[in-house]
């Protein structure tokens, strides 16, 4: 009767401590992972500055699925509308705003909880020397709602530390 116990207590002990939800900031599995997600902040530190790369009032999304796919956009605040009313016919000052306060990307992703990184294999992006490489973010939160990363070399030049909340 006390060996049946004794299993019985330690299959309890088992299954609970499988069971609550782990402590920490990188607390999560990495499927937990999978979900939508936006942009709170996106701050580029170059040259010992540290500067919202996007400028304030960005808009961002990072969609990240359950098969490994992702796609991350981010737009600036305050974009100029081309007075031509063509994308395609935007003046060099129009593009310039453009281009250098949104970038855009999808591929594919992995999640190494034990290294605490976030790997992206990128098909394509706005950036195009991002085309067709692996860029590995150093994870530095990761929760039920937030997501933070740092980008060791970020398309605007430096390094950039970028926070996401989960989509509700």
Known sequence: MNSILAKCSAMVAIFLGAALPATGAFAQEAYDIV???TLVSSVLDKDGKKIDQFGPGAKGMMILDAQGRFMLTIIGADLPKFASGNRAAGSPE?????????????????????GKSLTLNIDKSTFPNWDATE??????TLSRDDLQYMTAQ???GGSATVTWKRAR
């Open 35 to 37: 979900g939508t997600w």
């Open 94 to 114: 129009e593009n310039k705003a453009v281009i250098g306060k949104s970038v855009a990307l999808f591929g594919t992703y992995a999640l190494n909880p034990q």
């Open 135 to 140: 860029q590995k973010r150093s994870v530095v």
């Open 154 to 156: 970020a398309s605007g």
